[in-house]
T-cell receptor
Framework: AQSVTQLGSHVSVSEGALVLLRCNYS??????LFWYVQYPNQGLQLLLK??????LVKGINGFEAEFKKSETSFHLTKPSAHMSDAAEYFC???????????FGTGTRLQVTL | EPEVTQTPSHQVTQMGQEVILRCVPI?????FYWYRQILGQKVEFLVS????????KSEIFDDQFSVERPDGSNFTLKIRSTKLEDSAMYFC?????????????FGPGTRLTVL
């Protein structure tokens, strides 16, 4: 079975500050990991994905995530937050031959002036 | 850029009524999915569909639910007799193949409200 835990349902940062959104996974086989972003009244947009190549993955809008097998983590970071980053962020896992995604509960990012 | 589209954006129905949610996946994609998100909860997998048949389904996807690809472009989710607890945002997704690097692309969702 596969699962994802996102610590912190709400995160608030100041504009220009570091963004860190946490994701830990559980998988019985090597996982594929994804971060999706959801802006208000929109669908889920892929930010980045880990598919067993480089452990540091760069995505769109300046976001990146590092796969750490020893910590079973895939935390999302951005060096400097922008107001436009305010959204809901979902971590998801695929593992084995299953193609379905298992999502975390999401983290709402608020960016303040 | 190709995108997944869904109609309607919001559907209100009475308990016990049938609803059909519609999706148009990206044209060259082969795998299709439905997920749902109850307000305040996580996005949950419902069903995956490939080669005109269900390839995987969750415990949520009981006999009240069905999926169909009636033509070469649409992918539908039918709920036969809606319950209050079916109220949720329903997302359609499609994927070109199921290789490790392949991405599921999501539509904007249909908000279903059951009264």
């Amino acid at each position: 079975a596969q699962s994802v835990t996102q610590l912190g349902s709400h995160v608030s940062v100041s504009e220009g500050a570091l963004v860190l959104l946490r994701c830990n996974y559980s998988s019985s086989v090597p996982p594929y990991l994804f971060w999706y972003v959801q802006y208000p009244n929109q669908g889920l947009q892929l930010l980045l994905k880990y598919t067993s190549a480089a452990t540091l993955v760069k995505g769109i809008n300046g976001f990146e995530a590092e796969f750490k097998k020893s910590e079973t983590s895939f935390h999302l970071t951005k060096p400097s937050a922008h107001m436009s980053d305010a959204a809901e962020y979902f971590c998801a896992v695929r593992s084995g031959t299953a193609s379905k995604l298992t999502f975390g509960t999401g983290t709402r990012l608020q960016v303040t002036l | 850029e190709p995108e997944v589209t869904q109609t309607p954006s919001h559907q209100v129905t009475q308990m016990g009524q049938e609803v059909i949610l519609r999706c148009v996946p990206i044209s060259n994609h082969l795998y299709f999915y439905w997920y749902r998100q109850i307000l305040g909860q996580k996005v949950e997998f419902l069903v995956s569909f490939y080669n005109n048949e269900i390839s995987e389904k969750s415990e949520i996807f009981d006999d009240q639910f069905s999926v169909e690809r009636p033509d070469g472009s649409n992918f539908t989710l039918k709920i036969r007799s809606t319950k209050l607890e079916d109220s949720a945002m329903y997302f359609c997704a499609s994927m070109v193949d199921r290789g490790s690097t392949d991405t599921q692309y999501f539509g904007p969702g249909t908000r279903l409200t059951v009264l």
